[in-house]
């Protein structure tokens, strides 16, 4: 029930191919410059998202009347490192996450911006500079638990299985099964919007998998995050030896009695 | 473990939707499923969570509700839609949210959308009529779905007049006849003779042709009807439009689309002046990319922006990079619900492989595929491999497929063709028809909203494998022969030394070692291959005679742990099961052991097996166990060491496509998904197991390649058998002579010899009897031996590459020839015999049957005959080597020189010199091509085929007598159309079957009609028979099933008592894994019938149905529809219950272990009212229904497959289970009925049993011909003893004979146990301690003398075998 928040997104209308509308300012993709593409993800939009999500909680409860969506728009504001700072400041995550992702699209240059989402091999257009800028908003105002650089540490030591960094962020959450099972958390309620003890580290800010882990992947291997790479892989490699040797222990206390009796009768 | 008959087939495709959890954001998408044989099409089956809310579809509609906020007093207008698929959802909503945004608007817009699966759900449906109530405006899109297309039609109909317009969209005539726009309507629909609606009519049975044709109207139609005058013709016209915005369906013209409606249906909006703009069209099919500026119609255009991208780096430019078809539905890129599309589109292009996305908006996409992705010059594809996206078969859509276009389309491509499943909301296997397949809910799919543009995360695992399958099958097609890395992987099962190359009906080593020639022959790098296949095993196993629980296979590889870690993702899942690496299973303490032998670049591997053989706790719990770190060690090594670019399982079958289903992580699938990882997997299975291959084609994208059963024999006579048939023949010449009485004695006694006695019934010795009841007596007894000298069985083992020679044919073609095939016009040869000598051939059976002498004479005469003449007819056209030469050109040589066929000169030197020529002669001409078929090779140059990338074409598995379409073999497996089971003809046998084993078990029972019938529904079964089991269940309780429109079965309806004339027999199903996983729907259809059966209001002595659900629902204190549950099987993901495994590992206690284990894997229910829940424990329902069970009764479809034959019949028989629940402990009957000839028999199962080791195990022409493979064939017989003491152990039911002649046959014998110790120690040891596990466990009472010689074989086997090793 909680998507019915979803459906209230304006899909991206991206084919050029069909005559609909949009007018697709060419405006250049500079940080500070506003951008009035009709598609692109910004605040205003997705603060309607939250609104109707959180009101459906109960019961059958109609969407909210994406109207805000279409008529804010222009007045929303572009988003920009400036913005992102003061939302940061602000501790404002969820709006910054928004910003966020608004800035990659506009970064990634116009054909992102008309279409609305980023393809992976658009993240070469953006300047090293510029990601790590952003980079390090999200570090500064987290203590260093936030931002791509600390995603991209996290995802090394998970030997870049998206799977494991997902969950380590916590993007995944443990079903209540009885097999150990993970799903995807929902967006955006099911996130954490707030710094606590307990919000995993680097688990802002999000980028949409969606499409798959292609363009996340381009990010977190972005030139920009290059050089931390190697103190990476020895940490990495520090952490799965001692995590391993801890669980190895435990598994052996918890082995039923049937498995450790069971005699090797059978070799192949 | 060998043929299984488990269960189905087919691949099937199904896109369901569960939604797991609260809300899942995004879901997930694809699951890939390979399935180059397109037949089939394809379906996955995923492992996912899911809980169930007891729907097919977890989605609720009011994520779908928009409501205006601020109506400001404008008029309200009310839509309320039911689609398929949830795509239109986000474009809908969108539109609506975007209108009522409007400041200008005239209209404030509600909306409400369901999902056609949805409606199953009683409150879903009743919020679904209370919209209705107050809608203006009704749409429906793609009601294909029979059952819910009444619904609508129900809720729908009642508010027609009412509404303002109603708009239906392809879907069922029922619907479409919905369809109301001012003055127009369908309502005519099948009926007018106006071409619009002819357009209907005439395409009814083809959906793809229909979808297409209304597209075509849709281009051409608007522009006629704009200028004509009238108002019909307006409102005709603005149908059409609506059709156009509903295809482009973008939210804009949907918008348009809604205005349109409103402003000229809707009364208080006429004359508002609400503008709106003219559809704004599409293509209908194209060439589409994310980072394209545009469609594009020609490919190389595309190819030359392709060439142009600023964003590609230098892989994606390299002009060797392997190139990837796609083939989209386009409606999924006009309501931008296309984030799978471009999540594969990138992973594919950042994986270094070009894309070229196609779509077409009807549900052909054939035409497209030929257009975009052949050249049209060369008539070459542009691409390696091709994946569709789309969810349904290449051709056709929800309701019908037409395969051979499909399958003649991918040919020309001949490239691997895979499927993947967008999990896009949807409905499922009702609609998804059939080769297309569907399949299940429950467990199995994965599901995902794809609805939002939001940030959440897509099944990135599901993608990634998917495009790096699609890669690796690419690669094939473009790697060279020389250096491509083979893995053949071969099973061991049970683990033992002895069964290693296990696989049915196949001689494993000689047949790798014909193609590994053959390859050899071919360019591919075979090097250090051995002079013999005997060498080969040598290698292999290393030592065959060494001890068995050493590591003694050859070690190919040891995988140190570290190693094993990190290149194993899984590998810390399975430490829940299994405790940390390396373990017991597969190592050596250190390092992880992979047992196989390196040629070249082939690897020859053996596969580990479950682990947990041994072990009954994990037999009774395995449901939750994981794969052994050993077996996934041997994956681990062929994909990421070893770098094989194939695997090529080799025969029927190993375990990898029976790992538990468990999903682990959503983002990881099942366990034989990450085992089998992205290696393109090619799997030699067994022609006649079409469920079983489709499992493997589903849980481990095989690409199958059929092979063919050995030549069939008659089982022929031996010993006593052969003595009886002589007096017999003696007795016939002198029974009116003195010497009749004596000869009948003789008779008498030598039939007691043979344990003939419980067969037939025998007067005692010495008694004397009038001549016509010794007629009687001899005639039972001879109808008896006929009965075993003509039953058929495979000689020996198969071999890939040596098909057989025509005379070896023989018997297969006479038994072709026994069947009556009315739909080719073809009259049985029995039938045209016994027509010469004025009989019908069924009154001759039925004479038979009841030992009326002279007509088991006739019987045997025609027989013979049958067999002369179709000899005489294969040594005419074969040639001197035994080949076949060219039938047809024979054939008319024969007839062109005037001379009479082959088989009329022998007839006429018969009885039968009548008969008639011109019947014969058709059915020669069928059996010519028949023959031919079954001689023709394809094993071998399929396999290369696959190995190259190209494409194989599909064919239908199952038994070659009954269905001669599955020869030749070499074929990727497919099975047939779900939906279309039971057909007529299956119905119509089901009856005769139904009524033969009603009279038995009255004749057997005083008279009674049994209360209920306990039965099994195997996969391979209904699919060769289609669906004749099923059948006997609907005909047991009282139904008959009723087929739709489109000619699938998803009805039933009740039969009267008066027609019956017979109370009701209540039933317990218990339907195979397989069957469970391949014909979902039937189950579903099950059971509905028999809850409708149980709320008839009958009485009880009418309906036993209706009576033991009252019973049982007093004692459970549930409703009577709930008590109604007769429909069981494992837990989704779960196969067999285990009681095979417990029994072939002699790892039971007793029997009270083997029946917990079968009540506790077998007691989960099927519930047709929560049919999205999946299996369901039911275990209490299920003891109370075994309970009232008089009678357990299976079927024998083909010959070729008998009980002992595999462990899977005594596996499901739960006699001595049902003594045990029965209040009155008594043992209820059991019967096996017996369709493999055209005579069907119902016999019970102690029979059965006997005639199965009469004709088998006990025969020296089953035993000799299994020696002749050797190594092989040793354990072939030792697995026929196992599977009788099964039988003991299950039902009781085997004598205490057939082990006393089983053991002097084998182990007395001393020449016989010498050949079978030095052929096979390890299974010669298996042999003897079955014999004393026989004894041991009281099912064999026998000799001290006799024991003791096993003994003392079992000790000097075990030295032999340690002391060797030593």
Known sequence: MANASLQSFLLPQHHSFASTGGSHDGSPSALLKPSTNTFRLHPNTSRSVTTTSTTNSSAPTPVAPAASAAAEKDSSPAPSLDLLGRQLTAGDYRQADETTRALIIDLAGESARRRGYVFFSEVQFISAEDLRAIDELWKEHSNGKFGYSVQRRLWEKSQRDFTRFFIRVGWMKKLDTEVEQYNYRAFPDEFMWEMKDDTPEGHLPLTNALRGTQLLGNILTHPAFQEENQEDEAAAAAESATTGQTKDDNKGRERPKFMRDFKPDYSF | MSSSLVSTPFAAAAQKQLLAAPVPLHSFLLSSRRQPPRRAGAGAIRCAVAGGNGLFTQTKPEVRRVVPTDPRGLPRVKVVYVVLEAQYQSSVTAAVQQLNADPRRAAAFEVVGYLIEELRDEDTYATFCADLADANVFIGSLIFVEELALKVKAAVEKERDRMDAVLVFPSMPEVMRLNKLGSFSMSQLGQSKSPFFQLFKRNKANSSNFADSMLKLVRTLPKVLKYLPSDKAQDARLYILSLQFWLGGSPDNLQNFLKMIASSYVPALRGAGIKYDDPVLYLDSGIWHPLAPTMYEDVKEYLNWYGTRRDANDRLKDPNAPVIGLVLQRSHIVTGDDGHYVAVIMELEARGAKVIPIFAGGLDFSGPTQRYLVDPVTGKSFVNAVVSLTGFALVGGPARQDHPKAIAALQKLDVPYIVALPLVFQTTEEWLNSTLGLHPIQVALQVALPELDGKSHALHKRVEQLCTRAIRWAELKRKTKEEKKLAITVFSFPPDKGNVGTAAYLNVFNSIYSVLSDLKKDGYNVEGLPDTPEALIEEVIHDKEAQFNSPNLNVAYRMNVREYQALTSYASLLEENWGKPPGHLNSDGENLLVYGKQYGNVFIGVQPTFGYEGDPMRLLFSKSASPHHGFAAYYTFVEKIFQADAVLHFGTHGSLEFMPGKQVGMSDACYPDSLIGNIPNIYYYAANNPSEATVAKRRSYANTISYLTPPAENAGLYKGLKQLSELISSYQSLKDTGRGTQIVSSIISTAKQCNLDKDVPLPEEGEELPPNERDLVVGKVYAKIMEIESRLLPCGLHVIGEPPSAIEAVATLVNIAALDRPEDGITSLPGILAATVGREIEDVYRGSDKGILADVELLRQITEASRGAITAFVEKTTNSKGQVVNVANNLS?????????????????????????????????????????????????????????????????????????????????????????????????AKIVVDRLLERQKADNGGKYPETVALVLWGTDNIKTYGESLAQVLWMIGVRPVADTFGRVNRVEPVSLEELGRPRIDVVVNCSGVFRDLFINQMNLLDRAVKMVAELDEPAEMNYVRKHAQEQAEELGVSLREAATRVFSNASGSYSSNVNLAVENASWTDEKQLQDMYLSRKSFAFDSDAPGAGMKEKRKAFELALATADATFQNLDSSEISLTDVSHYFDSDPTKLVQGLRKDGRAPSSYIADTTTANAQVRTLSETVRLDARTKLLNPKWYEGMMKSGYEGVREIEKRLTNTVGWSATSGQVDNWVYEEANSTFIEDEAMRKRLMETNPNSFRKLVQTFLEASGRGYWETSEENLDRLRELYSEVEDKIEGIDR
């Not at chain 2, 031919?932 to 394809?938: E, F, I």
């Open chain 2, 893 to 989: 040589n024969i007839l062109g020189f005037g001379l009479s066929e082959p088989w009329v000169q022998y007839l006429s030197t018969t009885k039968f010199i009548r008969a008639d020529r011109e019947k014969l002669r058709v059915l020669f001409g069928f059996l010519g091509e028949c023959l031919k078929l079954v001689v023709q090779d394809n094993e071998l140059g399929s396999l290369k085929l696959a190995l190259e990338g190209s494409y194989v074409e599909p064919g239908p598995g199952g038994d070659p007598i009954r269905n001669p379409k599955v020869l030749p073999t070499g074929k990727n497996i497919h099975a047939l159309d779900p939906q279309a089971i039971p057909t007529t003809a299956a119905m119509k046998s």
